[in-house]
């Protein structure tokens, strides 16, 4: 990993593109859910003990966009989503530097609260997204994003992409 | 709806905008909330069921500075404003363009924390602001602000602003 | 205080700062944390209410660098702080100006998350950081942080820096 100048102009790229990540989510648009990704795009969602374990697998684990793009109908098929929404809140962006080949690796906190239908509220999940970006034709796009889950006890289901 | 640079510095102004609005609300300011809004400025609350049913009327309606100004006295007169204590968490604000009137069109998530007297700290609202920013002798103004809230069990007394 | 000019750039500095202090706990390198300060650094944790009452005391005060270190061999061998996971997530840092003495004067609202041991996730603690910052060897550091915690009913144990 190579130190980067993180300049103001970065930083803007990359929240924008975290916080439209976020507001497809929240706004139940999964179906854009695999644009945000690069075509070898990996999603992968685990937890923090397992991650200190060094268990590679995670509960979610999508290598390349078809991967990520049969989730979505999965998800929809299951039905499962519906019945919640949820809200997310992302901390500040933090860089780490550009890896070997050229991403741009970068860390940042999330937390995810739920929404029930009969309208209780509770955190839902709360956890560190570990991204890769690169510009594609101009765009920021995820080629990884894995989100590593405080919690050891997530919901199994996970109706949602993190 | 035009499409508009995000450049860095617009982004901080929106953003130390939204958290001097916040501030104020935290800090039991509310005095100088309406000072908040442009002398036509809208201030609304609604929910997000109510929004995908196309309903406008909302559970607060504000429209112009002086309804503003005559809710800060209701609240102040109902009291019910400092049983609790409130602190809001924002998410980074999203552009989504420029208004044929020239506003700049923002979506922000937020989220509430109530901490009670007895010291208990739950989530109160979670949602995302609508607002619209206009430029009133160079400083940043809400023209608008609704708060689309996530859940529709929003407590119906509702005593400070969004 | 004076004002001064809030560029993108500084803002950029200040959040990185708070971001990389939020790592550090939240990733338990609390052995880390003392970096952060200055050598004449000041750290409290106090609530709103006693800040109020003009009680300058806090439930924790250290003084110099050498107190904060103290505070972390304290922590580790109290050995109370692995029993629980942490999340911070930050609001926009707000800059109050320039103090007498060439520091930025910052407030920043934050937010922590518990995730205790069987995997529940709740709000363990919202306030917000009255902070100092000044320019050490071109690094931003810490010349004071006090952390004003929303709620007077903070655990007593308070195993970790805010």
Not at 43 to 72: C, F, H, K, P, Q
Not at 139 to 144: A, E, F, G, V, Y
Request: proline letters at 2%.
């Amino acid at each position: 990993m190579k130190d980067m100048a993180v300049t103001s102009d970065l930083l803007v790229d990359i929240s924008q593109l975290q916080t439209r990540y976020a507001r497809c989510i929240d706004a139940d648009r999964i179906e854009e859910w695999p644009d945000f990704f690069t075509e070898d795009g990996f999603y992968s969602v685990t937890t923090a003990e397992n991650r200190r374990a060094g268990l590679e697998a995670g509960l979610i684990w999508l290598d390349g966009i078809g991967m990520i793009r049969d989730r979505v109908t999965a998800l929809r098929d299951a039905n499962i989503y519906e019945r919640h929404s949820y809200r997310h809140v992302l901390g500040q962006p933090y860089v780490l530097g550009e890896s070997d080949g050229g991403d741009i690796e970068v860390e940042t906190s999330f937390f995810v609260v739920r929404i029930t239908r009969d309208g209780e509220t509770d955190v839902f999940a709360s956890g560190c997204y570990h991204d890769a970006l690169r510009r594609v034709d101009g765009d920021l796009k995820l080629s990884k994003r894995i989100a590593v889950c405080d919690s050891s006890h997530i919901d199994t289901l996970l109706g949602l992409p993190l």
